[in-house]
Each structure stands twice: as C-alpha cells, then as structure tokens.
C-alpha cells in the first residue's frame, strides 16, 4: 500500500504471532484492492471494463457497496472511480516525466468514465461498463484494511493496541488502565515533524487524516494534493488536512478524503445528515494564520492545541 504498517501491544503477549496476522491480512487487502499491483483483483476489473465481470473475493462487494453508499450521499464527493482523473493529473507518476495540467477538453473526455451508478456488482461478479473506466479505493482500503486487523486482534483476545498503517489509526482498549483510551496528535501540515493538537481516542475509536502534504504533484511550483474533486476534475484547494474521528477506521479513512473534498460547509452538513457519530478537524491551507476548526465533540477528548481552535456551530 505504499505506506508503514505500524502495531503497539503494551500488553505482555507473545508479539510475533500478530504481527504475522497483521502481515498476512494486509498482504491479503492489497492482493484484493491494490491500484498499483497489476494482478491485483481490482486490477483485473479494471483491465477488463467494458468487456466483462471478473469473480472476486468475497469481502470485495461487501467494501465496493459500501462506499457506493458515500459516493451517493456526498453527491459525487468521494467517487470510487476517480482512477482516470487521478492518472490523467499524474498522480500515479508520469513516464515522460512532466506533469502538465489537463486540459478542459481532456477532463470532458473523463466524465463518462467516472459515472458510479455503471459499476455492476452481482454477489461476487464486478464489471464496469466501460472501456477506460478504473476502480480506485486508496481513499478507503487502508481504514478498511485496520479494521481487518482490529477484529483480529480483539477474536485473539487482546486488550490494549494501537494499530497504525499510514495515519489510519485504530485502537482496542486503553495505552494504561485508566487512562481512556490511546491519546493521539495532529502533525502540522505545514511542518510535518511537528504536532499540532493532542487528543484522546476512546477505548474501539480510529481515525485517518488526508492532507496535502504526504502525496502530492508539483505542476509549476504549485503543489497539488492527491485528492481530486471529482465533479470539477481539479485537484482540491484551499485545505491542508481533514481528521476524522470514527468508531470505524474505514468510516474514518472514507470521510477524512470525503470531507476534505466536501470543505467545511458542506462537510458540516453531511456530518449532520449521515455521520453524527463522527469528529472531524479540517485546517485550511493558510500558514501565515493557522486555524483548527473542529466539530464540538473534540471538547470531550482532553483536546489540547497551541494552534487558534474554532469550534463549528451546527449548519442549521
Ligand atoms: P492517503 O491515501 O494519503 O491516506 P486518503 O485516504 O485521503 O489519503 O486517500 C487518497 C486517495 O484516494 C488517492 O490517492 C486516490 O487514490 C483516492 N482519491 C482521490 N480523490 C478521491 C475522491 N474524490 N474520491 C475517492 N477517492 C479519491
Ligand atoms: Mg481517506
């Protein structure tokens, strides 16, 4: 997946078995859902759209429902097919080694392809109806890939861990009995090294950041985050990270990449509307004057910032 897999068992548990059912799990996710690898389950999809179903595992429908049901209620947001804009921006790096900006004309020519109502799922048959059409589920597989392994660490009966792979985080119990859970911070997006806010995670709680500073292209000594909003075509602008706080470290991922598309407004709504049990803190992308602007639930999290806080009302 590109990233470090981390795990932390304060417990005093034989360590080696679980890292080996961590390593096997995740090599499972990425055989399944991997855009890179080219024998990967979604790469067969891919190579075979417009032309027909390929048989995948079982989990697969299941995770690909799932964030078809995001992709509608953000109108578009979080889009499962945004694969051909992504390559179309380079961000899965260029041959001839320059990035240019596409066209209009070249993003007109995409919009087919990423209508995610032509993804046909029948049980374990995926297909997608047309040629140059890619399934891409980097913004959801490694919370999904975490919550994988927290069931099994918690069937093995494991009471205090912190699973970590790439800034998706989940946690089982506490880090020290009474402590409340695992607390967790915020880097700052404009100087990575440093952190900008602490918080505590609850005993089962995850939570991913996307941000514009781990992935990202440079077209003109501008810097463009891997997140694209797919009803423009055009990278997102104007947010330096989204952190969500879920009881899921898949609804964690999902949102985090949903809501730094959505912004602060429309993210507030769709919070309201579809996840009110999750937190979230987007920092715009404005160094000389950093900002955190926080859902109200932070305040029940030992939350601690240097950074100014803004709580947000509720949109209504
Ligand atoms: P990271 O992979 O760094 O943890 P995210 O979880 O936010 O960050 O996922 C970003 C990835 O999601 C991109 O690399 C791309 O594969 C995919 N992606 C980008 N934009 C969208 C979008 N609008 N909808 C769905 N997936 C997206
Ligand atoms: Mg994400």
């Not at 697969?60 to 995001?70: E, G, M, Q």
């Not at 069931?151 to 880090?175: F, H, K, P, W």
């Not at 880097?187 to 992935?215: C, I, K, M, Q, W």
């Not at 947010?239 to 985090?256: C, G, H, N, Q, Y």
């Amino acid at each position: 997946m590109g990233t470090i897999a981390s795990l932390q068992l304060p417990g005093e548990i034989p360590f080696s078995p679980l890292r080996q059912e961590a390593e096997r799990i995740y090599k499972e996710v990425t055989d399944n859902f991997s855009a890179w690898d080219s024998s990967s389950a979604l790469s067969h999809i891919n190579q075979e759209a417009g032309h027909s179903s390929i048989t995948v595992p079982q989990t697969f429908s299941p995770l690909l429902s799932r964030t078809l049901i995001v992709a509608k209620q953000s109108g578009g947001a979080f889009n499962p097919l945004v694969g051909p804009l992504i390559d179309c921006w380079g961000f899965h790096g260029r041959k001839d080694g320059e990035i240019k900006i596409p066209t209009d004309e070249q993003l007109e020519k995409i919009k087919p392809l990423i209508q995610f109502d032509q993804i046909q799922i029948k049980g374990q048959q995926i297909g997608l109806a047309r040629k140059g059409m890619q399934l891409d589920l980097g913004g959801v597989a490694k919370g999904y890939a975490v919550d994988r392994v927290w069931v099994a660490l918690t069937q093995r009966n494991v009471e205090s861990a912190l699973i970590d792979l790439g800034g998706n985080l989940r946690c089982i119990g506490e880090s020290k009995k009474g402590r409340g859970g695992w607390n967790t911070a915020i880097r700052n997006p404009f100087r990575r090294r440093d952190l900008v806010a602490s918080f505590l995670l609850h005993p089962g709680e995850a939570v991913a950041t996307s941000g514009n500073y781990e992935r990202f292209v440079e077209i003109n000594h501008k810097r463009y985050a891997h997140i694209i909003d797919p009803r423009t075509g055009h990278p997102v602008e104007g947010t330096a990270s989204v952190t969500v706080i879920a009881p899921t470290a898949e609804k964690a991922d999902i949102l985090s990449t949903t809501l730094f598309v959505l912004g602060q407004k429309d993210g507030m709504r769709f919070l309201e509307k579809y996840a009110k049990d999750c937190d979230a803190i987007w920092i715009p992308d404005t160094p000389q004057t950093p900002t955190l602007f926080c859902t109200k639930g932070i305040n029940k999290r030992d939350f601690n910032s240097s950074w100014k806080t803004v709580i947000l009302a509720s949109s209504t």
